[in-house]
Every structure is written in C-alpha cells, then in structure tokens.
C-alpha cells in the first residue's frame, strides 16, 4: 500500500480538490493524508493568538470570517443535498467549537485544540466530495492512531497497534483518508506534529504501514536546488539520498517538514515529492541511492542566534569545552553549527527559549557575545567537501561577511552563517557561482 500527503494549496481549491481525485482515484488502496486547505492553518493560529492577548471580539470576527468562507467552498464542492446537509452541519459544529474557544482561558491546550479545526475541515469535506463523486473511500479519525510521547517523538507502537485497529474496524475501502498534522501528546490531549507537519504524518504512517512509497504531492514539481521564493531559475532535483533530503529538510527547504524523511530512512521506504498541479513531471525521488557527487542543493534557516564565548582559560587548557556543552545541555538546547579557535568557540542555536539563562551560566566562565536575526545557509551533496566544483562556493566571500563556515562536519553538508539580511543576495550570489555560470 502506498502512503499519499496532499498539502494545503492541493486542497486549497475545487480545481486542485478535483486534481487530487485524479491522481488518487487509480484503482489501487491507499492512504492519503491531508493537509489543512491552504491559508487555514495560519488564520487559527492567528485566531488563537488574538484569544490569547484577549482581544476576544476580534478573534470571534476572525472565526465568523473563515466560517464564511468555508459555506462558499461546501456550497460549490458539494451538488449532492444530503452530502451538502452533512457537511454543512459538521462545518458549523467545528466553527461553534472555535466560538467556544474564544470565550476560554487560553491555554497551550485550547491552542492546539483551536489549531486542529483545519484538517478535520478539510478530512472530512473533501471525504464528501469523494462519496459524491462515487469514489469508495473511508475516513481514518488520525487522532485514535498519532500519538507523540513525553519528548514529542513519535510513538511508533501506539501508532501501529492504533492503526491497524482503526484499519479493521472501518469498512473495507479502496482510499482511506486521514488527517495530518494532529496527534495527541502523552496525556492523551490533543496535540501537533509542528507546522509543516502533515509530511510527517505521511512518512510515520508509511513507516508504521510498511507502505512500498510515501508520496508528498505539493504545490512544486520537487525539490528545487535553491529557494524559489528567493531565488529565480531554480531547477527540480530528480534524486535525493535520505541523508541529503534529511539535511535540505532540517536546514530550511519548506517543502518539507524538518523530521520527514526520519521516519523511513531506516528501512529505505522511498518518499516521492509530485506536484498536484502537474502530476506527470518526475518530481523528485528520495531513496537509499547515491546518484552523484557534488553540490546538489541549496537551502536557508532563519531565527538563528550565534554566540561567541571567548576565554583566556581555553589556552591550551582541556575540559572547557564540556563545560560549555553541559550547560546547553542543562537548558536542552540543541547547538546547530560550531567553530573553535584557540581563543574562543562560536556555536549557534535556533531555540532561543532560555538564552538568557545560559549567557548568564556561561558568563561565569567566559566573555560572551550574542548575535541574533542570524541565518544559516546550508550546501547540500554526496561527498561535496571532496568535490572539484567546490572551491566555487567561496566566491561567496567577496559579496558577503560570512561569520562562521563548517566544512568537514560531514562529507554531505557545508553550512554558512550569515546575517539574515544578506540572506537573499547570499542564496542569489551562490546560485550563479554554482549552478549558473559556465565553467570555461
Ligand atoms: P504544502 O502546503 O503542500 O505542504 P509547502 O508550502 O509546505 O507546501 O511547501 C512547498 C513550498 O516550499 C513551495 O511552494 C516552495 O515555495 C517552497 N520551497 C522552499 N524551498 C524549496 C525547495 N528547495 N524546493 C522546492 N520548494 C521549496
Ligand atoms: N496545516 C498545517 C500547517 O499549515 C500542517 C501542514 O500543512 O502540513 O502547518
Ligand atoms: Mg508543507
């Protein structure tokens, strides 16, 4: 069985609602995961932000105007009277809810619970759609099989005895449809994989089922070797092995949740990334495979702070690095990129929650200098530290300060730390460097 995720834009609209049953309407039993329609997600969490800072007229404003727009979408989709009743009632249950929520003490639960409404929207009008259309498909409720345990990982046995529960007791049909995105935490509350999360719940799903491929079916014909919202001409990567695929992920690439491909990188279940829009371009495919060397793609993190610590004391001396580790440790802050000099260490993190708390520990140890509104730009290819073409990307030097570079953490991955406001000309810069001017 084959696992397929459609996100927000192929949901978005009754044009790409019709395109999506095109492609999954094959003949074959699947799983589909869906996305929230497209704008949804960010006008609940704007919704819950509102709640929040108890500006509750406007936030009762904001519900009552996304209600409006899913009657416009109900009363097209759906020809069908009982169909049309049907989800007409469920849509106005779900919105009754979010009206409810504004008059809550807001809480991170009543967030998350705010921030459900989208997939079980969007699940349950396009299953709808289905039956109307004659197709034979079955809803999976994701909130009985996804679960996340007390470090939010997911919990893979929950999920697959759930799953396979779930599986029996729903009639027998040839496409299941379930949400993205939702999960419970250990409490058994509701909860979220984090935005972007739906590709997740595809790979934790094709890697529970065993699925033969996951499909990531989006808005773009695959990865592109640049960010095509910064940088033109960008060009569709064909093959990606899981660890290039995992770094494009982790370091920025938006087409993919940062933990996707985790999930089915060990038992090599390859993950295809299609565009709904134009299902016969290739795509790209991510698999075990090695295609070829060299620098393959580029990507960008942002929210990223640097922070130098420098100490007379490192002079030669040896356990000053574990003391700055445990403090970070302490703080459960993950560190992303380091340098060393004799003299000082530079690392960086992109979870700023208890900084202050460590410059102050490390301040016992050392002098420290904070940078934020810092970006880390990521080169991403088998073997690139070896390769020929590399040496190109240090044109990079002559347009911008770059302050800080890894190079040899691994063979796969040369990551650079820049300013976030030479981001743009940084990715435009590297872009004809390396996969635009011709070598003579
Ligand atoms: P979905 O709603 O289908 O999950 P996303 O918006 O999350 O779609 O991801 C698709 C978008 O990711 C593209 O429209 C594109 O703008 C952006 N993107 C950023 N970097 C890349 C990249 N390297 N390759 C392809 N798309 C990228
Ligand atoms: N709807 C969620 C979001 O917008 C999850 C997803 O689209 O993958 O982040
Ligand atoms: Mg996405």
């Known amino acids: 069985m084959k696992v397929l995720k459609f996100g927000g ?28 329609m497209s704008g949804t997600t960010n006008a609940l969490v704007s919704i ?21 727009k899913y009657v416009i979408v109900v009363n097209e989709l759906l020809t069908d009277e009982d169909l049309k009743a049907q ?54 409720a994701a909130l009985d099989f996804m679960k996340i345990d007390a470090v939010k990982e997911p919990d893979v046995d929950y999920t697959k005895e759930h799953l396979n529960k779930a599986l029996e007791v729903t009639p027998e049909a040839e496409i299941y449809i379930t949400q993205g995105f939702i999960c419970l935490d250990d409490n058994g509350a509701i909860s979220n994989l984090q935005r972007g999360g739906s590709d997740y719940t595809a790979t934790i799903v ?107 004391r490192m002079l030669q001396a040896h356990g000053f690095l574990r003391k700055v580790f445990e403090i970070f440790e302490v703080y459960e802050t993950p560190i992303d990129m380091i340098t060393t000099s004799e003299v000082a260490v530079s690392l960086t993190i992109d979870d700023d929650k208890n900084l202050d708390k460590i410059v102050e520990e490390l301040q016992t140890i050392a002098t420290i ?34 302050r800080m570079i890894s190079y040899g953490g691994s063979r796969n991955n040369i990551s650079l730390l820049i300013d976030t406001q030479n981001k743009i000309e940084t990715l435009q810069k590297l872009n004809e460097y390396l996969f635009e001017l011709v070598t003579l």
């Open 9 to 36: 834009t192929s949901v978005g609209s009754i044009e790409n609602m019709n395109n999506v049953k095109s492609i999954i309407n094959d003949g074959d039993k699947k799983i589909v995961v869906l996305s929230a």
């Open 48 to 68: 819950a932000s509102k709640i929040e800072t108890e500006s509750i007229k406007e936030a009762i404003e904001e519900v009552e105007s996304l209600h409006k």
């Open 87 to 140: 989800v007409a009632t469920y849509v106005s249950e779900r919105f009754n809810f979010l009206l409810e929520c504004a008059s809550k003490v807001f809480s991170i639960e009543v967030e998350n619970e705010i921030l459900a409404q989208g997939e079980l929207l969007s699940t349950f009008m396009f299953n709808a759609f289905l039956q109307q259309e004659g197709v034979n498909s079955q809803l999976l």
């Open 206 to 312: 094709g890697a529970v089922i065993q699925a033969e491929e996951v499909q990531i079916w989006t808005d773009i014909d695959g990865m592109h070797n640049n960010d095509p919202r910064f940088v033109e001409g960008t060009q569709p990567i064909s093959n990606l092995s899981f660890d290039e695929a995992a770094e494009l992920a982790y370091f920025g690439a938006k087409i993919l949740h940062p933990q996707t491909v985790l999930p089915v990188r060990a038992d090599g279940i390859p993950v295809r990334l299609k565009n709904t829009m134009n299902p016969p371009a290739s795509g790209t495919l991510i698999s075990s495979n090695h295609v070829e060397n060299g620098i393959k793609a580029i990507a960008a993190k942002d929210n990223i702070t640097a922070i130098k610590i420098k100490s007379g």
């Open 369 to 402: 200098e904070v940078d934020r509104k810092q970006s880390i730009v990521c080169l991403v290819g088998h073997s690139i530290v070896n390769h020929e073409e590399t040496f190109k990307l240090f044109q990079i030097l002559k347009d911008v300060k770059i």
